[in-house]
């Protein structure tokens, strides 16, 4: 018979870079939440649920609120968009979405051009909408 050779692998130690460590405490989280909050507040100063039959320009939030209804609710809110209530909840949720992002003014990106400021110029509210613009998102 022929003869095995026994061989052993060599197993290199683990080297732990310090400079990594200091990376990781400099890293960010990026969840998107302080986005979500600075769009609803903006879009509260700019009184887009006024305008907007869907009551945001964001996708994400519309997805937000579509999650915390029921059926029923989802089925009020399509008659409210001018859509059918037909269907179960996945199938409203897709309706509705799609009808969003076809929605000028909404999903589709299109501002909506106003005759008149929605809010006076010298006030309170254009501040905070020059300041929340101006940080970006």
Do not use: C, W
């Amino acid at each position: 018979m022929t003869n095995k050779k026994n061989t052993s692998k060599k197993t290199s130690a683990k080297k732990s870079v310090k400079g990594s460590e200091n990376l990781l405490d400099n890293l960010r989280v990026a969840d998107g939440k302080t986005d979500i909050e600075k769009i609803k507040s903006l879009e509260g100063l700019l009184g887009v649920q006024q305008t907007n039959p869907f009551r945001t320009t964001s996708e994400a939030i519309l997805q937000e609120r579509m999650r915390e209804m029921t059926l029923t609710d989802l089925q009020s809110f399509a008659v409210r968009l001018g859509m059918m209530p037909s269907g179960n909840k996945l199938s409203l949720k897709t309706k509705i979405t799609r009808a969003f992002k076809s929605h000028p003014g909404a999903g589709a990106a299109y501002n909506i051009a106003f005759q008149r400021p929605l809010v006076d110029p010298s006030s309170k509210e254009a501040e905070d909408i020059l300041r929340i613009s101006s940080e970006g998102m």
